[in-house]
């Protein structure tokens, strides 16, 4: 079965450069969600989408965005990168807000920040 | 976390033997669900329990949940080696449509 896609699964930026990365969720599931994981961390709820229109937001800084397009793929924009944005950053996806069956979350993207 | 703690932080055991793990939360919950996490890899769905059930066994795994305490307790039943990992609960509250994380168990079974 198809999972949830992510893209790239590494970067290296420098500070002060510009992120994107991509999500590909489970076909027919209605909600996008994306999360930080620092080191040793759980993961932090950054912002979800559903059917294409952002439905919550969590702390996800000014300088990040994101957004869901008419294929439902996702993407976060990460700008004026820090340090401290260094982390595994994952996307989930969901049927049904997750109410019954829970989330499937992508392997991640690894982003260091040099 | 925001939400909830998870006890205990970590927890060693050998193979064979049965593992517990507790969660309390804060807000009023659609459902709770149980993810595992290998190091530096994504997180894999284990169990969902709605908040109107009180218990569910899937496998070798069985989730109790307790609303009026707040509470839920993951056991992993004969544990084997490959059962270690960090193990998170994380609640659906009603008022919103985000996941919220515990911090986390971090099982290790020893062969």
């Known amino acids: 079965a198809a999972g949830v896609i992510q893209s790239p699964r590494h970067l290296i930026k420098e500070k002060r450069e510009t992120a994107t990365l991509k999500c590909y969720p489970i076909?027919?599931?209605?909600?996008v969600y994306w999360y930080q994981q620092g080191p040793g961390q759980d993961p932090q709820f950054l912002i979800s989408f559903y059917e294409k229109m952002q439905s919550d937001k969590g702390s996800i800084p000014d300088r990040f965005s994101a957004q869901q397009f008419s294929d439902y793929h996702s993407e976060l924009n990460m700008s004026s990168l820090e340090l401290g944005d260094s982390a595994l950053y994952f996307c989930?996806?969901?049927?049904?807000?997750?109410?019954?069956?829970?989330?499937?979350f992508g392997s991640g993207t690894r982003l260091t920040v040099v | 976390s925001q939400q909830g703690e998870e006890d205990p932080q970590a927890l060693s055991i050998q193979e064979g033997e049965n593992a517990t793990m507790n969660c309390s939360y804060k807000t009023s919950i659609n459902n709770l669900q149980w993810y595992r996490q290998n190091s530096g890899r994504g997180l894999v769905h284990l169990i969902l329990?709605?908040?109107?059930?009180r218990e569910k066994h899937s496998g070798r795994l069985r989730v109790t949940l307790d609303t009026s305490k707040k509470s839920s307790s993951l056991l992993i039943t004969a544990s084997r080696a490959a059962d270690t990992a960090s193990y998170f609960c994380a609640t659906d509250a009603t008022s919103g449509s985000r996941l919220t994380f515990g911090e986390g168990t971090q099982l290790t079974v020893n062969p």
């Open positions: 989930a996806s969901s049927f049904d807000r997750g109410r019954f069956y829970g989330y499937t």
């Open positions: 076909p027919r599931h209605d909600t």
């Open positions: 329990i709605r908040s109107n059930e």
